[in-house]
């Protein structure tokens, strides 16, 4: 059961990394043999760090767990995660610190190359993670390989788990026992297309899920929970508060708006409707900067 005095709200496992920003006119980019672009730049972040970094700005209390390298790009991550407020408990792997090559185009869209690069036999020690999870209100499982393996002894806890499908398209099986064995699901609509809202009733159909939530960019998000039919409810999305610079991020702030509202015993509607706002306010700055505080997100 969920610690009565928990010392964390939420402890996020896995999902940090250095984004390569690569601004250019549009996508898909002409092909050439060079092609002139403004300043690169890089910014420490990934999924796991951007929801660990927005729940800490909203005033929450984080850990987040995870391999990084022994390298200039891990160093880069730990320092981020330092001036966030984040407490990081991070353990050395033999691959690297992951990383991702992101094109980003005039409007904010973007198109990311991934670099995983775990290695598929890594896995976090229990003596490592088990003193994290059981002083935690809240897991959030990023959707690396060796997460997948702490599912048992969060189920043994009783904590809430949380994981973020990305672009599933709901037929990938690295996907598919994050989406059945996690409490609260969110995923991109784009991934699956005109399917989505049947990857979002086989979720609730084959797995634990009270809740899902498919993400929709513009077209704002779709909840799907246990108790509330089988017709997923929309939610608008928010006109973000400034010009949008860049989109990378925007789902990863989605989930910590949500995270926010669920903490704090919010409806599923009204957390989704949090969501959609600093998922809007993270378009407004490069490299996953833009982090709304909890008093902007309350107010909007």
């Known amino acids: ?20 920003i690569v601004r250019v006119g549009s996508l898909p980019v002409p092909l050439a043999d060079s092609v002139a672009v403004p ?20 005033g929450l209390s984080v850990a987040l767990l995870d391999y990084i390298g022994d390298d200039w790009i891990g160093a880069q991550v730990r320092a981020r995660l330092a001036e966030g407020d984040v ?11 992951r990383r991702a090559v992101n094109l980003v185009d005039a409007t904010g869209r973007r198109m990311s ?19 994290w999870l059981s002083r935690t209100r809240h897991v959030h499982l990023s959707i690396m390989n060796f997460a997948r393996f702490l599912y048992d002894d969060i189920a043994d806890l009783g904590v809430p788990v949380s994981t973020d499908l990305h672009d599933w398209d709901g037929l990938a099986d690295h996907h598919r026992e994050f989406a059945l064995r996690s409490d ?21 159909r084959e797995g634990r899920a009270e809740t899902v939530v498919a993400t929709a960019g513009a077209d704002g998000a779709y909840v799907l929970t246990r108790d509330g039919g089988s017709t997923p409810r929309h939610v608008p999305a928010t006109v973000p508060p400034a010009p949008v ?20 015993g919010r409806d599923v509607e009204e957390c989704a409707r949090l969501g959609a706002v600093a998922g809007a306010y993270a378009c407004t700055a490069p490299g996953s900067t833009a982090l709304i505080s909890a008093e ?3 107010t909007a």
């Open 113 to 131: 190359f991934y670099d995983g690069r775990d290695p598929a036999d890594l896995r976090m020690p229990r003596d490592h993670y088990l003193p």
């Open 87 to 97: 407490e990081f408990a991070p353990m050395i792997s033999p691959a690297g610190t």
């Open 245 to 264: 610079v860049d989109s990378n991020g925007a789902g990863d702030a989605f989930v910590c708006g949500f995270l926010y509202g669920r903490l704090a």
């Open 1 to 20: 059961m969920v610690p009565e005095q928990a010392e964390y709200d939420i402890v996020v496992v896995g999902g940090s990394g250095v984004d390569t």
């Open 184 to 204: 609260l699901v969110f995923f991109s609509a784009a991934g699956a297309g005109e399917g989505f809202t049947t990857v979002m009733r086989e979720i609730l």
């Open 296 to 298: 902007a997100l309350r």
């Open 39 to 58: 300043p690169i730049e890089e910014w420490p972040g990934h999924t796991g760090g951007n929801v660990a970094l927005g729940a800490r700005a909203l």
